[in-house]
């Protein structure tokens, strides 16, 4: 099982990325689908996750109204699109599925089996 971000890049304040996240071995339309951030000397933060199948949304405080994810069962692939991007926007930006997860547990990056590999976003002002 491999997940495979990518989409990060350098963008000024004010504007917007998508990122993706393709699934290979796996197939990840049931799956509980999440993207996490983790900058410089910080843990790795809940960014915005979708709830197994039935398409229900969740996302970080920090990002509501900002980020929007989706999936695109049959490319296999999870999408984050941001926008009105911030420098405190700027980490490493995760992907990552479960097939197994529980809505309470949505939030925590320990209730994820299978993780990509990160992707760079950084935000300047």
């Known amino acids: 099982v491999q997940l495979q971000a990518s989409g990060g890049g350098l963008v000024q304040a004010g504007g917007s990325l998508r990122l993706s996240c393709t699934s290979s071995?796996?197939?990840?339309?049931?799956?509980?689908v999440a993207w996490f951030r983790q900058a410089p000397g910080k843990e790795r933060e809940f960014v915005a996750g979708?709830?197994?199948?039935?398409?229900?949304?969740y996302y970080g405080d920090s990002v509501k109204g900002r980020f929007t994810i989706s999936r695109d069962n049959a490319k296999n692939t999870v999408f984050l699109q941001m926008s009105s991007l911030t420098p405190e926007d700027t980490a490493i930006y995760y992907c990552a599925a479960s097939g197994s997860l529980i809505l309470s547990s949505i939030r925590s990056p320990h209730a994820y089996a299978y993780w990509g590999q990160g992707t760079q976003v950084t935000v300047s002002s």
């Open positions: 979708l709830f197994r199948s039935g398409g229900s949304t």
């Open positions: 071995g796996r197939t990840v339309s049931r799956d509980s």
